[in-house]
């Protein structure tokens, strides 16, 4: 079993850079399946990226850590057919069924596994697939799409799903005519792959909205060499580690426009007090914290450009110590709470009712704690490098998932903290 081991109570000081978005890195990989080649500059050695290398080594392709980035070569794919053990790690091995489906006319994937965070239905990419023209066999474990061809549509997601959408986008962006997606997911990671099929000859209009304009073209052309956007989530995750814990650091390579709503709920609330400050000068955030954290009010979670539910856990984290009330509502996922467990076991005080965290933030101590999934395992270790001892997170493996090298980041910036497996 792999964990973090930490002893808390420190202060950090020093810079940390962002890595590229993972939630931009997958699709990006997924659409290489429609470029042929592609290189994604600095590209981080995550779990979720290792797994997706897997998918398309098996599948036939050619995947080299290389000059820094990943190279990914698709032109020799022969297998229409997922491999089983990958396909169901991740969430994001079903966004290259819209590629596959286009560029092959076929493809077989096993359903993915059940998820820690919330139920995940697929009807959304599925119903959009059809009204492309796809076909759909589904047996007790796998669904097979066929489509002679794919036909430009209006399809309307009931949904703003991130993922259906970039699959639906990979789908018609070679397709014969127009599609038009409405009531799409906005979120940056949705446009920088539009930025980036556009760049390789795609015709996508309004990317960024929540209504595309697709023009199928004949061919994309590969040999695109591309630097996704920052992780905005893992930006978040260090800006309310250095608000929790204090001491002063600078985070640079920020996308500073898609973390605004979290950085202006931090402004309102917890840091127009005596001893903190943020600054945001071009891609940097500048930050010192040298008084008591306080609490942020009431956060609501949604869709693009709502605070992501991929931050809630990590303000969970800042929460349970902050001085006050803090309330998170949480509306996109339907299962996010399984890290409350652990901040018990460090003496968070909160109460949850539905969908709905209530902190009041108290001192807390060190903990053995099981992290239940990536974003609530990470918020674990923000709580372990806040509290008072030793503690230790278990399962390190999945926050490793997303994560670019946690544990080293971290140290850089003086914290107390090993990433080891036994
Ligand atoms: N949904 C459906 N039907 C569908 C698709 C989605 O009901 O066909 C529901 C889901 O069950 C969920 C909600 O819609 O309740 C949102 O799901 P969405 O499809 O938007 O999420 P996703 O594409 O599977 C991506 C990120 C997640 C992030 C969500 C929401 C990737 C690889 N993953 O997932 O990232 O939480 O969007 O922003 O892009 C993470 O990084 O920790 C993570 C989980």
Redesign the pocket.
């Known amino acids: 079993m792999s964990y973090f081991s930490i002893e808390g109570g420190r202060s950090l000081y020093g810079e940390v850079k962002i890595s590229p978005a993972?939630?931009?890195v997958?699709?990006l990989m997924c659409s290489a399946i429609l470029v042929g080649e592609l290189f994604i500059e600095n590209c981080p050695k995550i779990g979720?990226v290792l797994v997706m290398c897997e998918i398309l080594n098996k599948i036939g392709g050619t995947v080299k850590w290389q000059d820094g980035g990943l190279y990914i070569n698709t032109e020799n794919v022969h297998s229409t057919v997922l491999p089983e053990e990958e396909t169901k790690k991740?969430?994001?091995s079903?966004?290259l069924v819209g590629a596959m489906l286009k560029r092959f006319g076929t493809v077989t994937v096993t359903k993915p596994g059940g998820?820690n965070?919330?139920?995940?239905?697929?009807?959304?990419?599925?119903?959009?697939l059809k009204s492309l023209g796809a076909k759909v066999l589904e047996t007790e474990n796998e669904y097979i799409f066929s489509a002679e061809r794919l036909q430009g549509r209006t399809f309307n997601l009931?949904?703003?799903?991130?993922?259906?959408?970039?699959n639906l986008i990979m789908a018609s962006v070679t397709a014969l005519g127009e599609t038009i997606l409405k009531n799409c997911?906005k979120?940056p990671?949705v446009k920088d792959l539009c930025d980036f099929l556009n760049l390789c000859g795609g015709k996508i209009y309004g990317a960024g909205t929540n209504t595309l304009r697709i023009q199928g073209v004949k061919k994309l052309k590969g040999k695109v060499s591309y630097l996704p956007l920052p992780d905005r989530?893992e930006a978040g995750t260090f800006l309310l580690l250095f608000m929790l814990v204090g001491g002063e650091g600078e985070i640079s390579f920020v996308g500073k426009k898609n973390i605004y709503l979290l950085m202006k709920k931090i402004l309102d609330n917890a840091c127009n007090k005596d001893g903190f400050c943020v600054n945001i000068y071009r891609e940097k955030i500048y930050i010192c914290a040298n008084g008591f954290p306080e609490g942020l009010g009431k956060i609501v979670t949604s869709?693009?450009p709502g605070v992501?539910?991929?931050l809630h856990p990590l303000i969970s984290a800042y929460a349970s110590s902050a001085k006050g009330i803090t309330t998170i509502e949480e509306n996109?996922?339907?299962c996010r709470f399984a890290y409350l467990d652990g901040l018990k076991k460090f003496g968070a005080k909160f109460t949850k009712k539905g969908n709905v965290v209530t902190f009041n933030g108290t001192k807390l101590h060190g903990a053995e704690v099981y992290a239940p999934?990536?974003?609530g395992g990470a918020g674990l270790v923000l709580v372990g490098l806040k509290a008072e001892g030793k503690s230790k997170v278990f399962n390190g493996d999945v926050i490793m998932?997303?994560y670019d090298d946690f544990a080293v980041k971290l140290q850089k910036i003086g914290a107390n903290i090993k990433f080891a497996k036994e």
């Open positions: 993972k939630n931009s997958l699709p979720d991740i969430r994001a079903f966004f998820c965070i919330g139920s995940r239905g697929l009807d959304i990419h599925i119903d959009g009931r949904y703003p799903s991130v993922g259906a959408t970039e997911a979120e990671e989530i869709p693009y992501p539910t991929d996109v996922f339907d999934d990536l974003r998932r997303g």
